[in-house]
């Protein structure tokens, strides 16, 4: 049972079967495609079209009730198909060259012509550059194949190029069948990708198959573990090229399964196999186009010379063919403008393309980057989400929210520069149910995430005991072997000690400084979290466990606020006060916590954490007052000193000079300082001795230069010396931190 | 040496020369030259004739026609240009030098083959 419907073709109504109908399609198509580089292909393909139609018609007039697919058969083998038309005349140039080609590949071998280096179309693996440098060499293909792979690494880049710039044995086919990239559903094994790839390029299926399985063999045998972002960080080649071995694989495995269509008609299988591609190929279309642009360009100028011309010319017409002329004038004139419009509306359009694509390119990168650091950030989820719906709505976020998009986009924009058709319905609008399903997730999980922050502990103070309160001098500084750098590149704070598996620290401090009523130090500390109940967040305030430790003057904070799977992170944080006494001072030192406290809902954090405070009657009224009050006006690394009127700081010159009356270390120091200082004004002496006697030498110059230097350095050391130890100190930390992130991305 | 590759430039070499005498002797429709070879035991397929013409055409030697058929559209007939019977008779001289040639050389072998056959018996 078949339907047939009726079909307009060449002027001529036929009833035709669909089956028959699909084929002569297919036919068609098939010409369009062989005659792709014909000139007058419309007009061959029109004069054949019209043929089938009256051969058609005779057969309706023969008695036919519709044109079945086995006429359109018997019509087809009458008129010839695309791979007869090869076979039977040789008509089409290209066939003279294609059996000089088929000579080609033994003449080398033969010696009679001069030796030169050409790829081996007959027995190559990937581009035939092995085997050819093998027949150059007369030596069996394998062995170079071997000394190649052991080289692996460096030649990829020479691999490349030597297939670009060697011509292959095969001469190139002028004018054949265009060659389109499918996926190869008939040898598929998850989405025939990789068919489609190697019958592309014209190599073996399981080389394809093998390069994009290299990655999950390399990640199993835990070789290296190669990140497609990796060439941020190590911009060398053989890591850069990594990027087809990598991870990166699935990705474009995926795009690239979204991106081609399906080999599904015949003319499609034709074009699959196509013309012969390689990089010399796609070099030559590129050529190709450009000369052919320039050609266009210069035809263009021309045109726009000779109407130029053209209007001069009939300035200086005679009177005669004044009116004619006249006329052309105009005409011409009018094409100018039309030029003029046109190169104007053109330079429009191109800028707003410009901005458009840099808006774009910009707005993906931007969700590029957001996918980036939230994959990145992922093994963290532990310490702050709860487990069931809060994880599953950020890994539903991260993947449908951020990637899905990012595909789409990529996606769209390789099948507009691959010319192809938009995706059909069913993929855009599944595209857009998932990315629908990220904002529900995206949503789901900020709602659920504002609720587990939503509720305060009841705060508490808690007096800290020191060993020694009656010092004159206090330094708060962190643990000696803690290591910790200011992060000025991720904000990512809270997790400053995130390399240990189980438990992260957090180092949310504020450290307020407070006139103490007595006349020794005292320290107060008040434990603060968030959490989805009041009870809850006691809970984990209680939990918070910090310590000071106390040496002479120096007072070392805890490593942090440890956080573990069980009690994650609802923003825990401490609020210390130190009272000083009046006449003594303090110094909170650059190697303190981080006082930067998380704000998750903006000011609305803050000014309930105040309200909170408030509402507890038993304290200070100045808690009462906002975070940037008195008691938080004071800069690390500098030394203050407790005065009846509050904080004032010190000068470094002056802050030496008390602070030598209290420790002997510091003494020391100075003194290992003042040796130093002796010994350069010694050297400096001793320079100076050394410039009267050479004064009248061409090196003299360059003996006042390294003066210059000691004296620079002596300067140096005697006055800002600490300030210099500080600056130090602060570089080695960004140093550290950098170093901190590129392990985080290599691990 | 590749028997068929050789044949196939033979006969590519002469289609044209062929189908241009079938032209030259009036307006024809192109399925009728398909014809006209047949009988002449020289096989064409159309899909071949078609760009064949369109060349020919495009190069001048060649001109069309249409011609209202009793049932359906017009059909396309094809004729000879001035240009066109000028390259028909250099063709046409280049071809009995050519063949005269052959033949002589064809015949000589079979001389000569026919020679040897003498001596052997």
């Known amino acids: 049972m078949n339907k047939v419907i009726n079909i307009n073709f060449q002027g001529r109504i036929l009833p035709i079967e669909e089956q028959a109908y699909e084929i002569l399609k297919q036919y068609i198509e098939s010409l369009r495609v062989y005659f792709a580089n014909e000139e007058g292909r419309d007009e061959i393909i029109n004069d054949i079209e019209c043929r089938i139609a009256e051969l058609c018609e005779d057969r309706l007039k023969k008695g036919t009730v ?32 294609n059996t000089s080609g088929n000579n080609n590949s033994n003449f080398y071998r033969d010696g009679n012509r001069p030796k030169r280096l050409y790829r081996d179309e007959q027995n190559k693996v990937l581009g035939g550059v092995c085997s050819g440098i093998a027949n150059y060499f007369v030596i069996e293909p394998w062995i170079v194949r071997i000394l190649w792979f052991f080289l692996i690494g460096i030649n990829i880049l020479a691999y490349l190029i030597l297939w670009i710039a060697v011509p292959s044995t095969s001469v190139k086919v002028v004018g054949g069948v265009r060659k389109r990239l499918f996926r190869d559903i008939d040898k598929k094994v998850i989405g025939g990708v990789a068919a489609g790839l190697s019958k ?115 300035n200086e017409a005679n009177a005669s063919n004044q009116s004619t002329e006249n006329h052309r004038s105009t005409e011409k004139r009018k094409g100018l403008l039309y030029y003029i419009g046109r190169i104007f509306t053109l330079s429009i359009k191109v800028f707003v393309y410009f901005i458009l694509a840099i808006v774009g390119i910009s707005l993906l990168a931007a969700l590029f980057g957001i996918g980036v650091a939230a994959t990145a950030l992922l093994p963290l989820k532990n310490f702050i989400l709860d487990d069931g719906a809060q994880t599953w709505s950020v890994i539903g976020a991260i993947l449908l929210f951020v990637w899905v998009p990012i595909i789409g986009i990529v996606t769209a924009v390789i099948r507009k520069f691959a010319g192809l058709k938009k995706a059909n319905v069913w993929v855009r609008s599944s595209f857009i149910a998932l990315w629908v399903l990220g904002w529900v997730c995206i949503f ?23 060993t020694n309160p009656t010092i004159n001098y206090v330094e708060i500084t962190a643990a000696p072997k803690m290591k910790y750098y200011e992060n000025n590149w991720f904000q990512f704070e809270p997790f400053q000690g995130f390399a240990d598996e189980d438990t992260v620290y957090v180092r949310n401090l504020r450290i307020r400084i407070v006139q103490s009523k007595t006349d020794s130090f005292e320290v107060k500390i008040v434990k603060l979290s968030n959490g989805k109940t009041v009870q809850n967040a006691n809970e984990l305030a209680n939990k918070i466990n910090f310590e000071l430790t106390q040496q002479d003057s120096l007072v070392y904070l805890d490593r942090g606020i440890g956080i573990n799977k069980i009690d994650k992170f609802r923003n825990q944080h401490i609020i210390m006060t130190i009272a000083v006494p009046i006449g003594k001072r303090i110094k909170i030192t650059n190697k303190g916590w ?40 004071y800069e690390r690394g500098v030394e203050y000193k407790m005065t009846k009127d509050g904080l004032v700081s010190l000068s470094p010159m002056e802050a030496d000079d008390l602070r030598s009356d209290d420790s002997k270390k510091m003494d020391d120091e100075n003194l290992d300082k003042e040796i130093q200082l002796q010994k350069l004004k010694e050297e400096r002496e001793a320079i100076k001795n050394d410039i009267k006697k050479l004064k009248e030498e061409e090196l003299q110059k360059e003996k006042i230069k390294v003066v210059k230097v000691n004296e620079f350095k002596k300067d140096d050391i005697g006055s800002s010396n600490l300030e210099k130890m500080n600056q130090i100190g602060k570089a080695a930390g960004k140093l550290s931190d950098l170093q901190w992130v590129l392990d985080r991305f290599t691990h | 040496m590749d028997i068929q590759n050789t044949q196939s430039q033979m006969r590519k070499g002469v289609l044209e020369f062929c189908i241009l005498s079938i032209i030259q002797q009036g307006e024809v429709y192109p399925s009728d030259i398909v014809e006209k070879m047949k009988l002449a035991n020289l096989h064409i397929l159309e899909g071949t004739l078609y760009p064949l013409l369109t060349r020919l055409k495009n190069a001048g030697l060649l001109n069309y026609r249409w011609v209202e058929s009793i049932s359906g559209p017009p059909r396309k007939y094809f004729v000879m240009t001035e240009e066109g019977k000028v390259a028909f008779g250099v063709l046409l001289q280049t071809w009995k030098e050519m063949a005269t040639a052959v033949d002589q050389l064809t015949q000589v072998k079979i001389i000569i083959a026919n020679n040897i056959e003498q001596a052997v018996s």
């Open chain 1, 66 to 97: 519709c044109i079945a697919a086995s006429d359109i058969d018997l019509i087809i083998t009458s008129i010839g198909r695309p791979a007869d038309f090869e076979a039977q005349d040789g008509f089409e140039q290209n066939t003279y060259q």
């Open chain 1, 444 to 466: 789901y999980f900020g709602s659920s995430l504002g609720n587990s922050f939503s509720r305060h502990n009841l705060p508490a103070e808690q007096s800290i005991a020191l």
């Open chain 1, 594 to 633: 981080s006082q930067t406290n998380i704000n998750i809902n903006g000011r609305g954090m803050r000014t309930g954490t105040i309200d909170r405070i408030s509402s507890d009657e038993n304290w200070f009224d100045e808690w009462n007052e906002p975070w940037d009050n008195e008691s938080y006006q």
């Open chain 1, 200 to 314: 592309y390029f014209g190599i073996q299926v399981w080389i394809v198959r093998i390069l994009f399985l290299i990655p999950f063999i390399r990640f199993v045998v835990n070789f290296r573990h190669m990140h497609l972002f990796q060439f941020w960080d190590a911009p060398d080649f053989p890591n850069f090229l990594d990027i087809t071995f990598s991870p990166g694989a699935v990705f474009v495995y995926i795009v690239l399964w979204l991106v081609l269509p399906e080999a599904k008609t015949s003319a499609d299988k034709l074009e699959m196999v196509g013309e012969k591609v390689d990089l010399n190929s796609i070099k030559n279309t590129i050529q190709n186009d450009m000369e052919g642009f320039s050609k266009r360009a210069q035809s263009w100028g021309s045109d726009l010379y000779n109407r130029n011309k053209g209007t001069n010319n009939s």
